[in-house]
């Protein structure tokens, strides 16, 4: 890993338009309309019921181009997995708009050499045309054979620890299609191809193409929609996960909800793996 280039790596900022169509996309590619009498799931696929949009969505717009691929970064980016992820939403997200993005690499966490390190990045949204702020996006990346090479700044906390919880107070179960992620990829624009090419997932260390972490993420919004705020996205301001492990495409994912008095937490399960996806997480309502 090339440090010194990470540090003064600057990024362009970066303008997106999206409309009615790519909510809806997003929306599908997390499974969304699978039942076609769900009168609170379609008015994110159907506009004349909506449109609405998931407030995940804010993850998928602005995406930087695949920048840790650049051969001055150092970075094995085959080996390269999304750690965590948290957004803030300064105000409702609306079907369509344009959004504008500030990207940076806020930090780099090294956990010594064979170890791998953190890569800590921020993504600051706005609204284009006024210049009001829409979104603050944090995520941390495990660069899985990138460590002692040393570090800079000073990480986020973005997750903490889902202890002494109990038994869930509510779950969903969503039943993942084997095309998840190439369906995610296109509606997201995240186009990493270790979601795709089956060499560079065995190269990863996979036997097969993974899902998005992020697409995950996203049925963890679904369900907290679902059983939370139905038909009421305005309500949903915050999320935040640890990526715990990869999910697979077809895998049937259940999300565990708990009430606490701290918030509602969550986390999910991979069921026919008994696989831990995500942990940690967190929602905020407004």
Sequence with gaps: ?????????????IVQRYDVRDSALY?????MGQDPLDEDELPYVY???????????????????FWHKEPETGIAWRRLLHGEQSFSLLRPLAADGEARA?????????????????IH???????STTGAPLARLRSA????????????????????????VGAPSQSCDFRTSPQAALLYRQASRDYMPIHADPDIARAAGFDRPISHGLNTFGLACRAVLKLYAPRQPEKVVA?????????????????????????????AQALERSVLVLDRGEVGFR
Excluded: Q, Y
């Design 239 to 267: 999320m935040a996960t640890r990526f715990a492990a990869p999910a697979l495409p077809g895998d049937t994912i259940r999300i565990e909800l708990f009430e606490t008095p701290d918030g509602l937490r969550f986390r």
């Design 47 to 65: 506009e004349g019921r909506g449109p609405l949009a998931v407030p995940s969505l804010c993850v998928t717009l602005c995406w930087p181009p």
């Design 27 to 31: 929306a599908i590619s997390l499974g």
């Design 1 to 13: 890993m090339n440090l010194d280039h990470l540090r003064t790596r600057a990024f362009a900022p």
């Design 121 to 127: 990045t921020a993504n600051d949204i706005f609204d």
């Design 102 to 118: 500030e990207h940076r690499i806020s930090a780099v966490e090294d956990k010594g050499a064979g170890r791998g390190a953190v």
């Design 141 to 164: 990346e495990f660069a899985r054979d990138d460590g002692g090479f040393g570090g800079f700044g000073t990480p986020e906390t973005l997750t903490r620890p889902l202890d002494n």
